[in-house]
């Protein structure tokens, strides 16, 4: 049975503890993103801040993705073996 992204999203956030880490972690990042862009102006630290921000929410969202990859080729049995 073949299940969309967001199924999948939602299985892994109950059934794998990393999983669920970096999704917190995803979310503690664009809460905090959302603070500094809901400012008029940002000071050179602000700004820097968010340009790092922005590096690790996507490094912590590369990493869900390959777990979900990961889930995927298991459930397929297509996972690559040498």
């Given at each position: 049975m073949l299940h969309n992204h967001e199924?999948?999203?939602?299985?892994?956030a109950q059934s794998n503890p990393e999983f669920r880490r970096l999704?917190?972690?995803?979310?503690?990042y664009?809460?905090?993103?959302?603070e500094l862009q809901?400012?008029?102006?940002?000071?050179d630290n602000e700004r820097m801040e968010t340009?790092?921000?922005k590096k690790q929410k996507l490094h912590v969202k590369d990493q869900?993705?390959?777990?979900l990859q990961e889930h995927?080729?298991?459930?397929?049995?297509?996972?690559?073996?040498?």
């Open positions: 199924d999948l999203r939602r299985e892994l999704l917190d972690e995803h979310a503690r664009q809460t905090r993103l959302a809901g400012k008029a102006v940002l000071e340009v790092n921000l869900m993705e390959r777990i995927i080729e298991k459930m397929s049995g297509s996972g690559v073996r040498h």
